[in-house]
């Protein structure tokens, strides 16, 4: 299966100022996916990003507030834009591994909004 | 539209008892089911998944579980608990074709005492 590495592991953020979360897969995928898991709270689908093309958000997020990149097939970036404290919670990216293999999950990003 | 229930946001086992986690799903076409684990402070690990093979999934860790779909269940089992086993556990269900998003169930916290 493949191999995420996500960074920062995790950052204290003052609130108004925004955060770059970078993803990087050992192998090519077609699609990369980000979650939200908030304190104490289950994972949810902020967006899925395709390579070359704008992502495509759930509903309750937009673009303005987490405005994603998808350069090539190994990489994506997710910000969080003009944080507040109800933004501190846990991203994480995602991939599909091959049919049948199941998603593979980054070790997530922990942010604390100050 | 797809959605996955986890009856307990809690369990607690006594080390060498039974680990039995729910998992009910609910899915107008063939699901696909998983069972992830999150340690403290890590991402999510695939402990099993079921893709319309054998009903009985067994996993890593000696974690197995039994696709039902007369009873739309895939409860999560373990014979004997271990210390080890405390973690967040969280099912998920995506459909086996096209666009391949994961619901994510609320989570289950395992507790194991000695």
């Known amino acids: 299966s493949a191999v995420i590495s996500q960074k920062p592991s995790r950052d204290i953020c003052q609130r108004g100022t925004s955060l770059t979360i970078q993803c990087q897969v050992d192998?090519?995928?077609?699609?990369m996916f980000w979650y939200r898991q908030q304190p104490g709270q289950s994972l949810t689908l902020i967006a899925t990003?395709?390579?070359?093309?704008?992502?495509?958000?759930e509903s309750g997020f937009v673009i303005d507030k987490f405005p994603i990149s998808r350069p090539n097939l190994t990489f994506s970036t997710l910000t969080v834009s003009n944080m507040s404290p109800e933004d501190s919670s846990i991203y994480l990216c995602?991939?599909?591994?091959?049919?049948?293999?199941?998603?593979?999950f980054g070790s997530g990003t922990r942010l604390t909004v100050v | 539209a797809q959605s996955v229930t986890q009856l307990g946001s809690h369990v607690s086992v006594s080390e060498g008892a039974l680990v039995l986690l729910r998992c009910n799903y609910s899915?107008?076409?063939?699901?696909?089911l998983f069972w992830y684990v999150q340690y403290p402070n890590q991402g999510l690990q695939l402990l099993l998944k079921?893709?319309?093979?054998?009903?009985l999934v067994k996993g890593i860790n000696g974690f197995e579980a039994e696709f039902k779909k007369s009873e739309t269940s895939f409860h999560l089992t373990k014979p004997s608990a271990h210390m080890s086993d405390a973690a967040e556990y969280f099912c998920?269900?995506?459909?086996?074709?096209?666009?391949?998003?994961?619901?994510f169930g609320t989570g289950t916290r395992l507790l194991v005492s000695p």
């Open positions: 998920a269900v995506s459909q086996n074709t096209g666009f391949q998003k994961l619901v």
């Open positions: 995602s991939v599909e591994g091959a049919r049948l293999d199941g998603y593979t």
């Open positions: 192998s090519q995928v077609t699609m």
């Open positions: 899915s107008s076409v063939p699901p696909y």
């Open positions: 990003a395709n390579q070359g093309s704008e992502a495509t958000y």
């Open positions: 079921y893709t319309s093979a054998a009903t």
